[in-house]
């Protein structure tokens, strides 16, 4: 379709736009920036395949398009489109109606999107097509061309590829379905080592069993043995109480008591004669402390009075340890002294001066300037070593300069012009080469034999006479090949329905000869004999039937008549029966007849039926027949076959193409060999004497070598002269610069040595041992001065204490020594406090020794009253004799604590009886022996233990066996890993499907490319190279399979140099991915309706040269395809207008709808 | 208390992004659902438990199920609830069996011959065999013995009845062969769908279902049946849940969404309904993405699925106990190939896949390069019930997944 006219209202800044074009195959649409040439691009389009669902450009409610265009058929489409709330689209076609759906297939049913993809060039596109080429297979080029880029084909198929790497490798054991299988296997392990065994549960329940019979056994046992032993224990236990019991019983008997003495007498006495003998002994206990007190006062003596100088003795006493610790100190200072005075004498021995000097010992260096000394210390030493080194390498380099001065050689001639002379004799050569390869590949392409065989083969097809030409207008292989399948199918349906008539023509054969042989006269006669038979049998049974009805005829019929009448009755009943099957049979056969009649007139109906579609077949032939010729009717020659044609096509489309690699080879080398002779030419313009022409260009290229290898002899000797000239005077120049640098340092040195306040000349190269000296001089002297300082205080301090030792020796009327006075004070102080110790002890003792003698008063008095009390009580019994009443006291008690044991032992014993009733318990104890029951005790013990210790082991192995049973029912490790067994099962099952998915994707992608590109490929290369020639100016000529790489393709230069894409430039490139897309439109339009293309800028990239070829190509584009340029670029105006200068413009600023030329002049003027 | 195809131990469907603790709770679901079965079983003080054939899951070595059951059925015995039960195609076999020493109230009807259980103090006869190997082929229910007059006839059987598209065929069997026994209910197993209804207007025919389902095939509530008797008829029938993990699958419709996180959206919305539902369970989702929809295209791009699956997870995570199982993609791209009539790669998928679909040799081919990992993980895949690694459904998934990579090549390459 091209487009007429398109108006758009309510579009984004237009609210009424119109543009026109007229049907013309290029127009192009100008406008600089923000003159709405990006609304009029999307306005083109939408009012061509649909406005956006939510388009930025609706302003206002409604939107609205209409565009008239014309149609490969010259039909009129007219069509408008409104967008509101629902889209709406109306139009004709034709001049008639048209519904949306038809609209929609005029226009190849695309949407959008779809156009926008493949019949739209933008300059992004253009980018990523160029860059997805530099590694793009031919079959995913043209595939990539015909998807409206390669990128994302490409990309899809490496993201593909990675996907299924990372999931599934075959081998390795990295990817992710491996990892997963690994773990499975892992997870059997582990679930076969978990799973309880059934064997081991069996052994478990039975071993659980025999325990608990076990231990049931043993309870009982153990019952026994116990009761037994209880026994024996409860006599041995009762035993001794018994013995005991009888012992008191004894001891009671022979106790004598008055009478009238009673235990309340008894208790009365004791309470009083206890009172007693207590006071006794506290009255001792306290009259011997008071004695032991008053022997201790008197020991302490008088108190001694204490002195008035108390408080000197104390501070003196405590400070004693002080002035001793002093004493040290002075010791240590004096020590101290003499040492720093020894290395003052040993510095100033270091700095050679024989006396000590006050301004020396006074000089320091700041920390800045120490700094500074030493780092003209390096220097000094630096720049002395290299002195030395320079010295020696100036005087090395003056030798050599002297011996190349020696060896230079005077200059020979040589050409002026060698440079320039060796370039033609390259360029002479490059060419020679190029010339000869050309010529070697013509010779081989002119002995190949493939292109005469090629002819042969095609000649022996359309005849001899026949001239093959390039320039044919022959049908494309897909028309013959829908011929063919046209023809295919005819002859199919031809076959099937020939092969259909001789069928129901043999069918109608058999079934005439099956029907004619089917005889009705012998039904006829079946039927009269069958009416005979029936009449005969009627007769003789009427007749016999009469006879009977008459006695006497019936009695005179005889037996042998009766059964003559019988036997004919039998036969005839016979013949009957066979005559009535032979009537069913003719009954049958008659109802087959009828059967077999319809049958044939079924089959007359479809004879007829089949005869009049062989005649439409036939016509359909004729048809075929015609359309065949029509394809053909361009050519001189009469076409065969279908299949004779495809295969000529497919070898003709091969013949072209080696006939212009024939021709293109020969422009080549015609070529080639003109450039060989215009070189030489001027190469023996230039030559510095004459040249032949038979010279090779060999000996030429031995010459120049020779001349050059002298002249860069000459040159590297030059070199190396004035090299050692430039060496000696930096040697110089360095080493004057060292010595000024040796002088400052010296001067620099000597200024600061002569404020040092020492007589000798010290070297630099000392100096930091100079400072150091100085400093430790410094530092001793200062410490020296320090520790004098402390000895004379310490020294003071000591005279002042002991003066006051001896003032208080003195003032005490002590004589004190000349030694050490801290151990006189220290004594003194120890005197004064044992002193005050003791009065206090004496203080206290007085006060306890009052209180002691007031109590043994009080205690006296007490005793004295008990006795009294005592003496009433002796009166009661008439005993005045104290002594005898005790006694009897104690007789009284006596008995009573025999009754009390008694009777308690009684009670005792009475629960070792148990349940036996206690007067046969004491009878058994009577005779009872208690070794013996020991005896039986230990044996009853010991058996119990043996008995009680294996039902124990018996119980805990039931605990242990029931646990253990129990945790096997629990445990569900089993379960848990038949569990993570089933997850890794799950997760490797996405994993699985996600590999087969991509898989298969990738499959049906790459059969899908394939397949394409198979059906494709002749014809899109074929335009591709037409377009590449015509967009690189015929720099590039061919595309081609890379016979070094399967797949792969290379692009051929005018040279016939391959190179691979990613061998091209960036333009180039880009110039290729614009040819194979134009190839593809051009093809695709061949077959459907062509559709306008709209490019967008995208040549903005190109330059000038590439821009012009680009327009040209498009200019020279199939003029059934519709091309609409937009631009911002006055050069693409310009451009057009130079070759093109009747192009369709659209202003759109100006809103002027002119030509190219028209338009550049009105701007010129 | 009618319940059937217990599973004991058998793995739930893998589930992803559990935490330990649910973990363990899931890996325990099928003994779970026992335990609940029985405790309701006490609660509605039921007479008799009646178990119809696959107690246990298989004749695997580790018999810790069949101890644990021991235990567990002791407590219906202490409370004098009879056990009868039969064993199905999946216990014919169990070593499980070896160590039980079932109690004198648990009847387990043999595999040589029908049987009779009478409980005299209910009025109660229950007729029924075990399975004697896996596949039992002859059909059990014909030889059942007559009904006990006086009594309520109950029939246990598993059996598969006329065929299932979804289970073996075991012990086929017809509704009036069933009929023709005179029972009063007749406790079927071994589907695990519950019927809904009797399949008999002459006496209660049907299934109980599974206790606990096990994977998304197997969604909705399971449980098992208490059947209610009064004046020794049938009154009604009571469905009680045991399971503590539902599957449910969830169609969410994306034509009308434009961006992804709008999924979760939607998915989060609806997700909240079928917590509801499920009473307290946890719930294990699978999100399947249908309609036309430009997302289609992202949806196959590597770890966009595993992403969504991540985040909608966490969301889901706040709504309830959601645990997704899976996100499947059957989503359509919005855009189909263009027109038919254009010469385009595209054009040509249609006709590969369309090859691959029909013509048995290219199949075959396509099966062998697919076989390159089939190989390896053909036995883990089948017993995951992966149809690819499965004879009799290789055909149809294969056709499902070429549909998906035409999917995802169209969405891939024809811009949005």
Redo the contacts between chains.
């Keep these: 379709m091209k487009i007429e006219r398109v108006t758009l209202e309510n579009f984004g800044i237009y609210t009424r736009k119109v543009l026109t074009f007229d049907a013309a195959p290029l127009v192009l649409i100008y406008g600089p920036n923000e003159s709405g040439k990006t609304t009029a691009l999307n306005g083109l389009r939408q009012a061509l395949f649909g406005f956006e669902m939510r388009t930025p450009y609706l302003t206002g409610r409604t939107m609205s398009a209409e565009v008239s265009g014309r149609l490969a058929n010259d039909n009129l489409i007219e069509f408008s489109r409104r967008k509101s709330k629902q889209d709406e689209v109306i139009g004709t076609l034709a001049g008639r109606n048209a519904s949306p759906e038809e609209l929609l297939q005029a226009l190849c049913n695309l949407d959008l999107a779809s156009y926008k993809q493949l019949f739209g060039f933008s300059l992004d596109e253009l980018r990523e097509g160029e860059a997805a080429l530099k590694s793009a297979r031919l079959s995913e080029a043209l595939a990539g061309g015909g998807l409206g880029g390669m990128h994302a084909l490409q990309e899809l198929r490496a993201e593909l590829q990675l996907s299924l790497m990372e999931l599934y490798k075959s081998r390795g054991s990295t990817s992710k379905i491996n990892l997963k299988l690994a773990d499975i296997q892992k997870s059997h392990e582990s679930l076969r080592a978990s799973q309880v065994l059934p064997t081991a549960v069996e052994e478990l329940q039975q071993e659980l069993s025999d325990m608990k019979l076990q231990s049931d056994r043993e309870r009982e046992l153990f019952a026994d043995v116990l009761q037994a032993r209880s026994a024996a224990e409860r006599l041995r236990d009762a035993l001794p109480k018994f013995r005991q019991r009888c012992a008191l019983e004894r001891q009671l008997s022979n106790i004598e008591l008055p009478s009238g003495v009673d235990m309340s007498f008894v208790s009365q006495w004791s309470s009083h004669a206890d009172q007693r003998q207590k006071l006794l002994d506290k009255l001792d206990e306290e009259q011997v402390q008071l004695q032991r007190d008053r022997a201790q006062l008197a020991q302490l003596g008088g108190s001694q009075e204490i002195s008035a100088s108390e408080g000197e003795i104390e501070h003196l006493g405590h400070q004693a340890s002080e002035i001793s610790a002093s004493r040290h100190r002075l010791q240590e200072l004096r020590e101290q002294i003499d040492d720093a005075r020894g290395i003052c004498q040993r510095l100033l021995e270091t700095l050679e001066l024989a006396d000590v000097n006050d301004d020396l010992r006074k000089f320091s260096v700041s920390p800045p300037k120490k700094a500074e000394l030493q780092k003209r210390c390096r220097e000094y030493v630096t720049n002395a070593e290299e002195t030395i080194a320079v010295t020696a390498r100036l005087e090395a380099a003056v030798d050599s300069l002297a011996a190349i001065e020696s060896n230079v050689e005077p200059f020979q001639q040589l050409p002026e012009n060698l440079l320039e002379l060796a370039s033609f004799v390259e360029r002479l050569q490059k060419l020679e080469r190029e010339l000869l390869a050309k010529s070697e590949t013509l010779q081989k392409f002119v002995d190949d034999r493939e292109l005469h065989d090629l002819q042969t083969k095609l000649l022996n097809v359309v005849g001899q006479a026949v001239t093959l030409a390039v320039t044919w207008r022959l049908p494309s292989a897909m028309q013959v090949q829908q011929q063919q399948h046209a023809e295919e199918e005819l002859r199919r349906e031809l076959t099937t329905a020939k092969r259909h008539v001789a069928k129901l023509d043999k069918e109608y054969a058999i079934a005439q000869e099956q029907i004619e042989t089917l005889d009705q006269r012998s039904a006829d006669e079946l039927i009269s004999k069958a009416t005979t038979n029936r009449v005969a049998r009627d007769a003789i049974i009427d007749q016999w039937l009469d006879d009977l009805s008459q006695p006497l005829i019936a009695a005179s019929i005889s037996p042998e008549d009766q059964r003559d009448r019988l036997r004919e009755l039998q036969r005839l009943a016979t013949a009957a029966d066979v005559l009535q099957s032979e009537v069913f049979a003719a009954a049958e056969a008659l109802a087959q007849f009828n059967q077999r009649q319809q049958h044939i007139e079924r089959l007359q109906k479809e004879i007829l039926a089949s005869q009049k579609q062989l005649d439409e077949l036939s016509m359909r032939e004729q048809s075929l027949q015609r359309e065949w010729q029509l394809l053909w009717k361009d050519v001189p020659f009469e076409a065969s076959t279908c299949e004779v044609m495809l295969a000529w096509l497919h070898d003709y489309a091969r013949w072209i193409d080696l006939y212009q690699q024939g021709e293109q080879l020969r422009r080549d080398v015609h070529i080639a060999r003109g450039l060989v002779r215009h070189e030489r030419r001027q190469l023996q313009d230039h030559w510095p004497n004459n040249l032949r022409d038979d010279v090779s260009t060999e000996v030429l290229t031995g010459q120049i070598r020779q001349w050059e290898s002298l002249r860069h002899d000459m040159q590297r000797d030059r070199e190396r002269l004035v090299g050692a000239k430039v060496n000696v005077d930096k040697l110089q120049t360095r080493l004057g610069e060292l010595q000024q640098q040796h002088e400052r340092i010296a001067s620099n040195y000597a200024q600061w040595l002569s404020a040092v306040p020492i007589t000798l000349n010290w070297p630099l190269e000392q100096v930091s041992k100079l400072i150091d000296t100085l400093e430790h001089l410094r530092r001793e002297d200062e410490s020296q001065r320090r520790a004098t300082q402390q000895v004379c205080e310490l020294e003071q301090q000591l005279d002042a204490y002991d003066s006051r030792v001896r003032d208080l020796a003195k003032t005490m009327g002590q004589v004190v020594g000349t030694g050490s006075l801290e151990g006189h004070a220290e004594r003194w102080l120890n005197e004064l406090l044992a002193m005050r110790h003791q009065r206090t002890q004496r203080i206290q003792l007085n006060a306890a020794i009052e209180h002691r003698a007031r109590t043994v008063m009080e205690l006296t008095a007490q005793q004295v009253e008990l006795d009294k009390k005592l003496a009433t009580l002796c009166s009661t019994v008439n005993d005045d004799n104290p002594t005898a009443m005790g006694a009897l006291v104690e007789r009284v008690r006596r008995a009573e604590s025999i009754r009390v044991q008694i009777s308690e032992l009684t009670a005792s014993i009475e629960p070792h009886s148990a349940n036996e009733p206690l007067g046969e318990f004491l009878a058994r104890l009577q005779s009872a022996d208690e070794v013996t029951l020991q005896l039986q005790i230990e044996e009853l013990s010991r058996e119990a233990h043996r008995l009680d210790e294996s039902r124990k082991l018996a119980d805990q192995s039931i605990g242990a066996l029931t646990q253990r049973i129990e945790q096997l029912a629990n445990n569900q490790a089993a379960q848990r890993n038949q569990q993570a067994l089933q997850d890794q099962r799950g997760e490797l099952a996405e994993l699985a499907e996600q590999w087969v998915v991509q898989r298969l994707a990738q499959e049906l992608l790459n059969r899908s490319i394939e397949r394409f590109a198979a059906d494709h490929e002749p014809a899109l290369l074929m335009y591709t190279r037409d377009y590449l020639k015509k967009l690189t100016g015929g720099r590039y000529v061919s595309v081609e399979h890379d016979n070094a790489k399967l797949g792969s393709f290379v692009v051929r230069n005018a040279r016939d140099e391959p190179y691979t894409p990613d061998q091209l430039s960036t333009g180039t490139r880009e110039q290729l991915y614009l040819a194979i897309r134009m190839a593809y439109i051009t093809h695709h339009s061949e077959h459907h309706e062509p559709l306008p293309v709209i490019m967008d800028d995208c040549f903005v990239n190109f330059d000038d040269t590439r821009t012009r070829h680009a327009l040209e190509a498009i200019v020279d584009w199939d003029p059934a395809i519709q091309t609409i340029l937009l631009s911002c670029h006055w050069r693409v105006v310009q451009s057009l207008a130079e070759f093109a200068p009747q192009t369709a413009v659209i202003h759109l600023e100006k809103d002027l709808h002119t030509t190219a030329g028209e338009l550049v002049l009105c701007h010129s003027s | 208390m009618h319940l059937a195809d217990v599973h004991l ?1 058998s ?6 992004r559990l935490d330990d603790a649910t ?2 709770r ?3 679901a099928s ?1 779970r659902s026992l335990q609940n079965a029985v405790q309701l079983a006490i609660e509605h003080q039921v007479a008799a438990v009646v178990i119809a054939g696959d107690l246990f899951d298989g004749p ?9 059951v ?2 567990l059925f002791k407590r219906l015995t202490r409370e004098g609830i009879a056990v009868i039960l039969i064993r199905g195609n999946h216990d014919s076999l169990s ?2 069996r ?2 039980i ?1 079932w109690s004198e109230n648990i009847h387990e009807l043999q595999s040589e011959a029908p049987g009779t259980i009478v409980l005299e103090k209910h009025g109660l006869a229950f007729h029924g065999q075990s399975f004697g190997a896996r596949s039992e082929t002859a059909d059990l229910a014909a030889n059942y013995p007559a009904p006990l007059r006086g009594y309520f006839n109950v029939g246990l059987l598993h059996t598969s009845l006329a065929g299932s598209a979804q289970h073996d065929t075991y012990a086929p069997t017809s509704i009036s062969t069933l009929d023709s026994k005179g029972y009063n209910y007749w406790a079927l197993g071994h589907i695990h769908v519950r019927s809904e209804q009797s399949h008999s207007q002459h006496c209660y025919i049907g299934y109980s279902g599974n206790t606990q389902g096990r994977h998304i095939r197997e969604p909705g509530a399971k449980g098992c049946q208490i059947v209610h008797i009064v004046d020794g008829g049938l009154d009604h029938v009571q469905f009680l849940p045991t399971d503590s993990l539902r599957w449910q699958e969830l169609l969410v419709d994306i034509e009308q969404l434009d961006y992804l996180g709008d999924i979760e959206d939607v998915v989060e919305s609806e997700a909240l309904q079928l917590c509801e539902a499920a009473d307290g369970r946890a719930v294990a989702l699978r999100i399947r993405l249908q309609g036309a929809t430009k997302l289609h295209a992202d949806l196959t ?2 770890g966009v699925v595993e992403r969504l699956f991540e985040s909608l997870g966490t969301r889901l995570a706040d709504v309830g106990e959601i645990w997704l199982e ?1 996100i499947r993609i059957a989503s359509r791209p919005a ?1 189909v190939v ?12 249609t ?3 369309d090859e ?1 679909r029909e013509d048995g040799r290219e199949r075959e081919q ?1 099966l062998v ?2 076989e ?2 089939l190989k ?2 053909r036995f ?2 089948a ?2 019930g ?1 149809p ?1 690694a499965n004879d009799r459904e290789q055909a149809g998934e294969l056709n499902r ?2 549909a ?3 999917d ?2 169209v969405a ?5």
């Design positions: 131990d793995p739930l469907a893998h589930l992803k973990a363990t899931l890996q325990s003994r695997v070595k580790d018999v810790g199920a069949g101890l644990w021991d235990g070593n499980a070896r160590v020493r791009r590597a899976a855009r263009p027109s038919a009539d254009l010469d385009l790669p595209l054009k040509y998928l006709q590969v896949a691959l396509m390069v697919l390159e990992l390896k993980s883990e895949l017993e995951v992966w690819l997944l070429l998906m990579a035409e995802l090549l891939r390459l024809v811009t949005e």
